[in-house]
C-alpha cells in the first residue's frame, strides 16, 4: 500500500515537473533574445547567423508541446507569458525595424507557425491581434525578399478568418478583445489594456453610420495581399490571390459588410485594374488585342511568354487581371460582389473605356473598341456583366423610335457599325457579336426585340389563317424583275400586288414539310447563273448544317435563363403604338446588307455572321421577322429576306453588265479559297460580295432546318 502511495506522488512530481521546467526553458530562450539586443556589437550581422531563429524555435516547440499537456481549452503558463510579456508584440516591432538585417523573416516564419500551430484561439487577444496588424505595415513591399514569408503568414490568417469569421474584425478594424465570450480567458494584462486600439480605429470602428469617411487605406491584410498579388514570384502572387478569394467568399454578411467597409479592398482592385490597362502601350495592334486568347489569371505568367508582338506582356496583365476580378466577383458575397463591380463601373467602364470610346480619333476609337471587346469577352460573372451591359446600352426597354438617343454611348457604338472607316465599322460589329454572346437577356431585348414586341412589321388586315395554302415556290423565278417579286414589298406603302397568292400574316410555316420550303426559299435566292459553289465540287447548306446546329445550341443556352415564350404573340394582343420601326441596330445591319456588292469582304463576312447569331436565338419573334420569308410585311416594313430580294434584284442588273462575269466570279471563288494566287481585277469587290451572298443564303438555310418551326398558332 505504501509503495503503491509512494509510486502515485512520484508520478505527481514528475508530471508537475515539466511545466515548471517549460515556463523556464520558454524565459530563458526569450531572454537570451532580448539579452542579443544588450551586448550585440555589429548591427550589420544577418538574423540567420544568430541564434535568435534556433531560440525562436524552441520557443514555438515548447509551447506546442504545453499545450498537449494542458486541459483542452486552458492556456499553459507559457502561452500566459507570451501574452502577458507582450512577447508577439515586442518581435513585431523588431521584425517591423529589420533589426538585425533579415529579422521580419524570422518574425513572419515565427508568427505563421504559433498561430498555424497552436490551437487555442490567440486572435482575439489585444497582444495578439495588434502585432499581427504591426507587422502587415510593411506587408506590400514588393521585392523586399520576405514574399515568401509574408504570404505564408497572411495564409495562416486568412485560414484562421475562415474558421471563424469574426476574426476579421480585429484584423481590420484593431477591435480588442471579444465581448463576454472569452474574457474570462483572457490574462491580466490584455483585459487591462482592452480600451487599446490602433491609431485611427477609434469607436467608429464598429459603427458604419458614424464613418462617413473612405474606407481606411491603412497597411493590414487586404493591403498586404494585394501587394503580394503583384509579386514578380508566379507562386506567390498566386497564393495571394487564393487567399483573397477565400475571404470575399466568406459566408457572413457581417464579414462581408467589414470587408467592404474597413478595408480599401474595392478601389485597390479597381485602381490596380485601371493602372494596367493604362500600362498597354498605345502602338498596339487592335488586331492584336482580338486575337489574344481569354486570359486566365492563374497562368498569367505562362501565356505573357517572352512577347511575340510589342505590347503582349501589358494585355496579358490586364487581361489576367480582369480574370481574376471576374472570378472574384463570381465567388464572393453578393455584398462584396456588389461593391466591386460599383467600384469597377465607376472608376474603369466610366472614368477611362468611356472618354476613350467618344473619342474622335479613329486609332483611340480602334484601340478602345478592340480593348472593350476583349474586356466583354473575358467577363463572366452575373454581376460584372450586368454592370457592363447597362454601361454599353444602357437600362431602357420600351420599343425605340428613329432618331431617339437616350443611351450617347449605345448610339456612338452602333453608328459605328456604319462608319466611314471601314476598320472601325468591322471592330464595331466584331463588339456586337462578342456581346451577343454573352448570357445576359438585355443584350438581345436592347438591341433587337424590345422593337418586335407587338409585331409591327406585319401586315394589319382580315386573316385568313385556315386558308393558307403551301407556297409554290419556282426556282426559275429567281431571275424575275422587283416588280414582278412578289416578295418584294418593302419601301412601297402601296404594293399590294401579289399577295392574295401568299399566305396571310402569322407565323413561320408550321410543319416540316414547309420547314423545307423555307429552307428552299433562301437557297433559291441567289440565281444559278450567280452560283458558284456547284461548280467548284464543294456541298451545298448542308455543309453548314453542323456548325448552324452548334450555333443554335450555343444560343439556347445563352437564353435558356431568359425565359422568352416558345411562340409568336398572337396578332390580336399585339397593339403598336405607332409605325413600325426595327430599331437601330437593325436598321444599321439591313443598311449594310443592301450594300454587300460594294463592301469589303471582311466586312460582309462580319455583317453576316452578326445576322446569322441574330438568327439563331430562340425568340419566335426573332425566328419570325429574320427567318421567315412568307411574312406579309406592313407597309414600308422590310425584312432580313425583303433586303435580300432587293439586294438578288440590284446583283442581276449590275452582272448583266460585266463582261465574262461567270468565269470572274469563279475565278474569284478560287482566289478566295486559296486555289489560285490573288491578283487585282475589276468587280473584284462586286464578286466577292455575290460569294459572301451566296454563302449567308445557305446558312440562314441550315439555321431555319436546325432551328425548326416556332410553335403553337400565328
Known sequence: MLSRLGALLQQAVETRE???????AFTEHWKGITGYYLEATDESIPARQTDIPWRLKQMLDILVYEEKQQPAGEAGPCLEYLLQHKVLETLGTLGKAEYPPGMRQQVLLFFSRVLGQVQHPLLHYLNVHRPVQLLQLSGDRLGSGTEKEEVQFAAVLCAKIKQDPTLLAYILEGKSILNGRRAQELPASPVEEGAEHPPGTGTAAGSPSAEPSPPRRDSNLITSLMG????????????????????????QEAAAACLVRSSALCQLLTEHLCDLYSAVPACTDPADILALERASWRS??????????????????????????DELVMGAHPVVADAITEAVEEKFF??????????????????????????????????????????????????????????????????RCNHLSDEISLASLRLFEELLQKPHE??????????????????????????RGPPEPDPDEDGLDLEEDPYFTDGFPDAGFGMAKKPPPGSAPSGKGQVSEVVSSFLCLVPEEAKTSSCMEEGGYDTYVHDALGLVQACRASAAPCGWPPAPQPLDACHPEATFYEGHFLKVL?????????????????VTSVLSRLAAFPHPHLHEYLLDPYLNLAPGCRS?????????????QRLQRVPHFRAKLLLVRRQLMGLVPGEQMDHAMLFKGVV??????????????????????P
Open 18 to 24: 515539466p511545466s515548471v521546467d517549460l515556463l523556464e
Open 228 to 251: 503580394l498579388c503583384k509579386s514578380k514570384k508566379s507562386r506567390v502572387a498566386l497564393k495571394a490571390g487564393e487567399n483573397l478569394l477565400l475571404l470575399v467568399g466568406l459566408a
Open 300 to 325: 498569367q505568367g505562362d501565356a505573357a511568354g517572352d512577347g511575340v508582338f510589342p505590347g503582349k506582356e501589358s494585355l496579358a496583365a490586364f487581361f489576367g487581371w480582369l480574370d481574376y476580378l
Open 350 to 415: 466610366q472614368g477611362i473605356l468611356q472618354p476613350q470610346l467618344l473619342e474622335m480619333s479613329e486609332l483611340t476609337i480602334l484601340s478602345a473598341t478592340a480593348m472593350l471587346t476583349g474586356t466583354v469577352r473575358q467577363i463572366r460573372a452575373p454581376p460584372l456583366l450586368h454592370r457592363l451591359v447597362l454601361f454599353l446600352l444602357g437600362p431602357d426597354r420600351h420599343p425605340e423610335t428613329p432618331g431617339d438617343a437616350p443611351h450617347p454611348l449605345r448610339t456612338q457604338l452602333i453608328d
Open 442 to 467: 438585355h443584350v438581345a431585348h436592347s438591341l433587337a426585340l424590345r422593337n418586335l414586341e407587338a409585331r409591327g412589321y406585319l401586315q394589319r388586315g382580315p386573316a385568313m389563317p385556315d386558308e
Open 590 to 606: 439591313f443598311d449594310r446588307m443592301t450594300r454587300i456588292l460594294d463592301q469589303p469582304y471582311s466586312l460582309n463576312l462580319q
Open 640 to 652: 432580313l429576306f425583303s433586303v435580300l430580294v432587293r439586294v438578288i434584284g440590284d446583283l442581276m
Open 692 to 713: 459572301v451572298l451566296e454563302e449567308f443564303c445557305k446558312e440562314l438555310a441550315a439555321i431555319a432546318l436546325v432551328k425548326g418551326p416556332p410553335e403553337g398558332p
